[in-house]
């Protein structure tokens, strides 16, 4: 069926550098992307949303950019803190987010100090 | 704002026991949660939608009279794993969603292990 997925399981990074996660989504009428950050025994919490009207929407220190054209859509982190080590989920919704989260299989992104 | 709380944090249980998980939006009013399940080192499956005044909608492959959920106000839905066996074992999160659209916010979820 149709899914989310991410091009990589784990991407490490130095800490202070900026980090891009992938995803690749394949539900074109999803509408509503959201990313969440997952710790270790706890529950996925809130990073930044984008809508489909949208291409890039930014945050403190993250930045999401959507490409419909090739179903797309990644997360940028700059200056990256050890705090930011997690696994980061992409998930995807349709109806402007009135419906269930289908998310995708997760990045574990590691800071190296 | 848009704090979900679940309790317990973690149950232990023998097997054909039924265990009962709560999910509440605690600053906010939902009149839809969600029932979410991950298994370790992967991602989180929908399970049903809760809707406050109605029945639950389940995904495909999810036994409703397993998973049985109840929205009883806009701020709690209970839900109970009936006869639980030890592959219900599993991190149970719920979210929900302050407005008819738009961000979920997730509870910090609950382990059950079925001995």
């Known amino acids: 069926g149709e899914s989310v997925g991410l091009h990589l399981p784990t991407l490490s990074v130095q800490e202070g550098d900026n980090s891009i996660i992938n995803c690749a989504y394949s539900?074109?009428?999803?509408?509503?992307f959201i990313w969440y950050k997952q710790e270790s025994g706890k529950g996925p919490q809130f990073i930044i949303d984008?809508?489909?009207?949208?291409d890039k929407r930014q945050g403190q220190r993250v930045t999401v950019l959507l490409n419909k054209t090739v179903k797309h859509l990644s997360l940028q982190i700059a200056a990256t803190q050890p705090g930011d080590s997690a696994v980061y989920f992409c998930?995807?919704?349709?109806?402007?987010?009135?419906?269930?989260?289908?998310f995708g299989k997760g990045t574990h992104l590691i800071i190296q100090p | 704002g848009a704090v979900v709380s679940q309790h317990p944090s973690w149950v232990i249980c023998k097997s054909g026991t039924s265990v009962k998980i709560e999910c509440r939006s605690l600053?906010?009013?939902?009149?839809?949660m969600f029932w979410y399940r991950q298994f370790p080192k992967q991602s989180l499956m929908l399970m049903a939608t809760?809707?406050?005044?109605?029945?639950?909608?389940?995904e495909q492959g999810v036994e409703k009279d397993k998973f049985l959920i109840n929205h009883a106000s806009l701020t709690l839905s209970t839900l109970t794993v009936t006869s639980a066996h030890p592959e219900d074992s599993s991190f149970y999160i719920c979210?929900?969603?302050?407005?008819?659209?738009?961000?979920?916010?997730f509870g910090p979820g609950t382990r059950l292990l079925v001995l």
């Open positions: 998930a995807e919704n349709r109806r402007g987010g009135a419906d269930g989260l289908t």
């Open positions: 600053d906010f009013q939902a009149t839809t």
């Open positions: 539900n074109s009428a999803s509408d509503y």
């Open positions: 984008i809508r489909s009207n949208m």
């Open positions: 979210s929900a969603r302050p407005t008819t659209r738009g961000t979920q916010y």
């Open positions: 809760s809707n406050e005044g109605s029945k639950a909608t389940y």
